[in-house]
């Protein structure tokens, strides 16, 4: 088990400048344990790590790793047998806005979630986002 990574791990974060709530959230309920191992968060190690995830209280925040800027920030609430996502707030400044449709955007914060955070196997979610990437 690693120590809980936390704000104050990094040097330089910029938070989202032009934030646009997501239209959808993510339906999965992560479960007790799961919720746990989500607010341990993550911190990049390796060049290809692109990610440094933390929560704070309720709320996870994804930056990508070589700049510190800000991409997502998920607000969880309790919901029955665990945790769910209610609200999603996203970079729209371009060229940092993570793009695509509010459905896209949606599913790949799911899979960094789910990959990064609790190391599943995403190849399903990945072969659903780029099947709506290629019909877009």
């Known amino acids: 088990m690693h120590a809980r990574v936390m704000r104050s791990d990094f040097r330089r974060?910029?938070?989202i400048r032009e934030p646009r709530a997501l239209s959808e959230v993510p339906q999965r309920v992560w479960e007790p344990g799961e919720w746990e191992r989500i607010q341990r968060g993550f911190r990049a190690r390796a060049m290809e790590d692109r990610w440094h995830i933390f929560a704070e209280g309720d709320r996870l925040f994804l930056h990508r790793s070589w700049r510190g800027d800000g991409r997502y920030e998920a607000t969880f609430v309790e919901a029955q047998g665990g945790h769910?996502?209610?609200r999603v707030l996203v970079e729209?400044?371009?060229p940092r806005f993570p793009g695509g449709s509010d459905h896209e955007v949606c599913l790949?914060?799911?899979i960094l979630i789910?990959?990064?955070?609790l190391g599943e196997q995403t190849e399903e979610q990945r072969r659903r986002l780029s099947d709506l990437r290629s019909a877009g």
Do not use: G
């Not at 789910?114 to 955070?117: E, G, H, R, V, Y």
């Open 13 to 15: 974060l910029t938070p």
């Open 84 to 86: 769910q996502i209610s």
């Open 92 to 94: 729209d400044a371009e």
């Open 108 to 110: 790949l914060l799911e």
């Open 114 to 117: 789910n990959s990064i955070l």
